[in-house]
């Protein structure tokens, strides 16, 4: 089939169209957004009331959950945007102040180093958390805590090294 087909011109139309598929995977990770600024809000207002009774590890504790929920908000900002330049379409706000400086310059594999780079920290707000309750820890949920931390750690570092193989690749192409 030539390109002046038209009706391989017309399949390559739907084909691209098809990119809009992805749309309403945005739309729920905005709403799971919402969700957490929900859980964020509640927390807050949770501990708030008991702020006097709290001990200082208590309250670490808080925060470390409090920073925890940031994180997993600041990934499905991410993902939200990343995924929707890089495969639906670019967003038209022209050079509105508040544009982050990323926002059009992660490409795929840049999105997937930040959003393990993300889980890694997630991950290791988890483990801190458990080590601050420690005495409330049973010994196997820890040592599996840090496993896992480990394996998202090493899996981050294999998954840096195979970009950074590839790009080297690539140039010498």
């Known amino acids: 089939m030539?390109?002046?087909n038209p009706l391989e011109a017309a399949f390559e139309k739907f084909i691209f169209a098809s990119r809009w598929l992805m749309a309403p995977f945005y739309l729920g990770l905005i709403a799971a957004l919402v969700a957490l600024v929900v859980v964020f809000v509640q927390d807050i207002a949770h501990e708030i009331l008991k702020l006097p009774e709290l001990?200082?590890?208590?309250?670490?504790?808080w925060v470390l959950s409090l920073i925890d929920l940031s994180l997993a908000a600041n990934l499905l900002i991410m993902v939200i945007f990343a995924g929707y330049e890089n495969f639906v379409s670019k967003m038209d706000i022209g050079d509105h102040p508040d544009r982050p400086s990323w926002m059009g310059k992660v490409d795929f594999s840049g999105m997937k180093l930040k959003l393990v780079a993300s889980i890694v920290a997630i991950s290791a707000i988890h483990l801190l958390r458990a080590f601050m309750e420690v005495d409330t820890v049973d010994e196997r949920s820890l040592r599996w805590k840090v496993i896992i931390h480990l394996v998202f750690v090493v899996s981050g570092v294999l998954l840096a090294l195979m970009d950074w193989i590839s790009e080297r690749a690539d140039e010498h192409h």
């Open 55 to 61: 001990s200082e590890t208590d309250i670490i504790v």
């Open 2 to 4: 030539s390109k002046n």
